[in-house]
């Protein structure tokens, strides 16, 4: 075997330090782009923290505008940021008289209630395919739920084993599916999107849609359209610059077409400009999206929230 000469050794060194320097330039290649991953990572992190915190407080912006006293769901200030596809917030206001208040509709629980409002519910119960049995044991149920007393009603059901009446108002919708002989109802999708328990009580005529105003006594589809129409305005949609304003309930006789008796039979039933509002303002960063939804009545300098959800 012939010894390696000097020559040949200063090769093998230098190759021996090439490859030492390739696989240091290959670990170090692949910690920067690990360390790069990271920082993007981290700033994708941050970046979503920080137009979370921005979508929020968009969304909060427009509920607090939307309490104002002085802004309506006509104040086009409520759209200002809806064109804005980076940050902006939109908002909806919605009052809670174009619903049914199923308190009122009961009578409270505090009185008899109205033969009148309970036909209202039952005409609803029977659009939601709730045949005529099921509807009375139902309402007489409810009825149980809210009153004083522990006196079953004929269908109804008072104190039993592991079933316990408040004997009080509904304090949200959402009780209703505590109430027996109800889950043919609340079994159902969007069973509650009808129901309020914050309004004022009666239906508010300048903003309830067909469906509801269809419940009321005397009224005929060719007399809520005909009214419809006029409330929405010239550009067909309901709350609007262009919707003629309502001074008082008398202004809609006409065009429901009721005669004056008639007309009276709604006494009680139905009002105008429910103070009680659902403000839903939606807020958005980027692509991120945050949501806030307020319940509260608007009738004079300082409103009063009822319900905040985030």
């Not at 939307?66 to 940050?87: C, G, I, Y």
């Not at 519910?121 to 522990?150: P, T, Y």
């Not at 009446?165 to 919708?173: I, T």
Request: hydrophobic fraction near 40%; charge should be negative; include cysteine.
């Amino acid at each position: 075997m012939k010894p390696i000469s000097a020559y040949h050794a200063r090769i093998r060194q230098r190759g021996a330090a090439l490859l030492l320097a390739f696989w240091a330039i290959v670990v170090l290649s692949a910690a920067i782009l690990i360390w790069a991953g990271y920082v993007r990572q981290t700033l994708i992190v941050a970046g979503n923290q920080q137009n979370d915190t921005e979508a929020r407080a968009q969304a909060h912006s427009g509920a607090w505008l939307a309490l104002h006293p002085l802004v309506s769901k006509e104040t086009p200030v409520l759209q200002q940021w809806a064109q804005n596809p980076q940050v902006g917030f939109s908002v909806r206001m919605i009052s809670e008289g174009s619903k049914l208040n199923i308190n009122s509709l009961l009578g409270g629980g505090t009185a008899e209630p109205d033969p009148r409002k309970l036909d209202v519910l039952e005409r609803w119960l029977d659009s939601k395919g709730v045949d005529f049995d099921h509807r009375q044991k139902m309402i007489d149920c409810m009825l149980d739920w809210i009153d004083a007393d522990n006196i079953k009603r004929n269908q109804g059901q008072e104190d039993t084993l592991g079933y316990h009446p408040p004997n009080r108002a509904f304090l949200e919708v959402d009780e209703i599916a505590q109430v027996a002989g109800t889950e043919i109802l609340t079994s159902q999708p969007g069973w509650k999107d009808d129901l309020t328990v914050d309004s004022n009580g009666p239906i508010d005529l300048t903003s309830a849609d067909y469906n509801i105003l269809r419940l009321l006594p005397g009224l005929g589809d060719a007399g809520i359209e005909r009214f419809l129409q006029w409330r929405r305005g010239d550009d067909g949609i309901d709350g609007t610059l262009d919707d003629p304003p309502i001074q008082k309930i008398e202004d809609v006789q006409s065009f429901l077409g009721l005669n004056k008796t008639q007309w009276t039979q709604l006494t009680g039933l139905v009002n105008i400009k429910d103070t009680t509002w659902r403000i839903i303002s939606d807020g958005w960063s980027g692509n991120v999206h945050r949501q806030v939804e307020v319940v509260a009545v608007k009738g004079g300098q300082n409103p009063q929230i009822k319900r905040w959800k985030e």
